[in-house]
């Protein structure tokens, strides 16, 4: 009887025939069962591909083509660089499963593999012709893990065509697009979403902010929507999204443009111009907030925003004047004055208790008059049909002013109170960091930690990052020196600064820099004073001492930080845009993970002179 396995000796080898022969017995011609699937599926995770496709090649055809076993058996044949077998493999797979598409995919890879790629395209043309809507997701995923992204885009657009939509599968293609860097594409596609689906906006807006990421980017997609806006003027979502688009780019003059024609178009009473004007505001940029509240205050006077935009109107120009160094006290004066015009036009009544606010926080804090700022507040405590938001605020604010005072025992006593009645509320959380902070003033730094560890957790961003911060500093200045002698000083000068007291501030700070040389606390000591310096306008000393921090290596923690300032200094105060672009870049080099550098990298191109 002739041996059937003879002429496999010279295909495996006699190592593998023994190690075969202990699987498969010669003389019995039986069926593999599972065992066998698996023992060739191991050989080939192994690498022994000549025993796997020996194995493989026993089974039944049917078994051969199976979806769990064609992919090994597949892969082993093609690592003998067995071609024709391969191709008879997967071409018999495709006669039992005709509806599989991928299958074709397949055939095309091993066309590829084979170094004929134009047998390659030509199977995979084929496929995309013969596409069913059914098989489109299925065959695009293929070429996708594949790694053939522009089949995988012609397998998407041939089933937007067999759709007979053209916006079908577009989240897939502004994915593919973003992947190979194809700005354009992806702003046709997202564009070409909201084009008769106004609907998709939300959607469209989110994908743009996942997936432009760079200046040049946004520049292209705002110019495409100005021509949008120009073709398409009865369109309202060309100026929505040109509107979001500038407010990403805190283009605020700019999306105040777009603001202004969807209010007069949607009749809102100057509803989105307060939005961008607000927002302008909370990004410091006063003048674009101020010309946006200055426009609903002449434009719809006594309509529902009107009285609103008054307040935010002096409460922006006080912010400005406070943020420009040096403080005018004349200015401070007269804003006293337009915050008291606006209660005679307004009235003194809970909506108008922000304004009464304001001009305590003024007199106190800036004009040093604190008997008249905590009779305003007061005022507003007592103030008939007043909410509980706006009473607790005016206790926070009159709190505030007993810090002031040094009289910590009043303040303690109105910050806990809020803490009490907003609980597990940003206000609430508000009067406990401040509770921590006047704990922290006075040298308790065991009961500030206590505050500062459950505010870590707070729900409102800012105060989280606060209580980290400053417990950090508690911790890192403790570890040591645990008797915090030094960090006992360093805060009795934060409160000197909270009090505006800044000459004493400074004095405390040289003296603190020649009594503890070396002390941790020095890197925060000179950024305090660097701060300080340029509040009281002495630029050059600023920049002087933010130099000890840059040049230092020891103080890498707050180098960034320093570098951003001193760059700020030279733009804002010294106008010398040279040295700003240049303190920009060594920022943005330097130190690639600093939470600066998107808006250093936007100061730095503004200074260059990049269009906008």
Do not use: C
């Amino acid at each position: 009887m002739k041996n059937p396995l003879r002429g496999m000796r010279g295909l495996i080898g006699s190592a593998g025939l023994l190690a075969l022969l202990a699987v498969v017995p010669a003389a019995r011609a039986q069926a593999p069962d599972d065992g066998s699937i698996q023992l060739a599926r191991e050989y080939e995770r192994k690498g022994e591909h000549e025993k796997a496709a020996y194995l493989f090649g026993r089974l039944r055809t049917d078994e051969q083509t199976a979806p769990n076993v064609l992919p090994d058996y597949l892969a082993a044949l093609q690592a003998l660089k067995r071609t024709k077998d391969a191709e008879k493999l997967v071409k018999r797979a495709i006669k039992q499963r005709p509806q599989d598409q991928t299958l074709g995919v397949t055939l095309g890879l091993i066309s590829a593999a084979a170094g004929d790629p134009a047998a390659a395209a030509k199977q995979w043309e084929r496929v995309v012709q013969l596409l069913n809507p059914d098989q489109v997701v299925p065959v695009a995923t293929s070429f996708q893990q594949a790694n053939l992204p522009a089949w995988t885009v012609r397998t998407y657009l041939r089933g937007r065509q067999l759709a007979g939509n053209e916006t079908e599968y577009a989240p897939q293609l502004i994915s593919i697009y973003t992947q190979r860097g194809l700005t354009d594409m992806v702003l046709v596609e997202t564009l070409r979403l909201v084009q008769d689906d106004e609907q998709q906006l939300p959607f469209v807006r989110n994908m743009l902010q996942n997936n432009l990421q760079d200046e040049a980017a946004f520049a292209t997609l705002e110019k495409e929507l100005l021509t949008q806006v120009q073709r398409n003027p009865d369109r309202a979502v060309y100026s929505e999204l040109l509107l979001w688009l500038q407010v990403q780019r805190r283009d605020f003059i700019g999306a105040l443009v777009q603001a202004k024609a969807l209010d007069r178009r949607g009749r809102s009473q100057g509803r989105r111009v307060l939005e961008v004007a607000e927002i302008a505001r909370r990004n410091k940029d006063y003048e674009s907030a101020i010309a946006g509240f200055e426009y609903i205050a002449r434009e719809y006077a006594g309509q529902p925003f009107y009285a609103l935009a008054r307040q935010r109107l002096v409460q922006t120009r006080e912010d400005q004047v406070r943020n420009t160094y040096p403080v005018n006290q004349t200015q401070l004066r007269g804003l006293l004055k337009e915050y008291e015009q606006v209660l005679s036009d307004l009235g003194r009544t809970p909506e108008t208790a922000p304004v009464l606010r304001s001009m305590a926080a003024l007199l106190a804090f800036q004009l040093g008059e604190q008997a008249p700022a905590m009779k305003l507040l007061e005022e507003v405590i007592a103030m008939p049909r007043a909410s509980s938001d706006v009473v607790d605020q005016a206790k926070i604010d009159l709190a505030d002013i007993y810090v002031l005072r040094a009289e910590p025992w009043e303040a303690t006593l109105l910050y806990s109170q809020v803490e009490k009645s907003h609980k597990d509320t940003p206000l609430g959380y508000d009067a406990k960091l401040r509770n921590a902070r006047l704990s922290y003033f006075a040298g308790d730094f065991k009961l500030a930690k206590s505050h500062l560890d459950i505010l870590k957790q707070a729900t409102t961003r800012e105060i989280a990052n606060d209580a980290m911060q400053l417990s950090l500093l508690i911790t890192d200045n403790t570890a040591q020196d645990t008797s915090g002698v030094a960090l006992r000083d360093y805060a009795a000068i934060e409160q000197l600064v909270f009090q505006n007291k800044l000459p004493e501030a400074l004095r405390g700070l040289d003296a603190l820099l020649v009594k503890y040389p070396g002390h941790a606390l020095q890197d925060e000591a000179w950024y305090l004073k660097a701060q300080l310096q340029r509040r009281t306008s002495d630029y050059a000393g600023a920049l002087a001492t933010l130099e000890r921090i840059t040049a230092n290596p020891k103080y890498d923690v707050l180098s960034d930080d320093a570098l951003f300032l001193a760059a700020s200094i030279q733009q804002e105060s010294l106008q010398d845009r040279e040295k700003a672009q240049l303190l920009y870049q060594q920022l943005i080099t330097r130190h690639a993970g600093s939470i600066y550098v998107a808006e250093a990298r936007k100061r730095f191109r503004q200074l260059r002179g990049d269009v906008q």
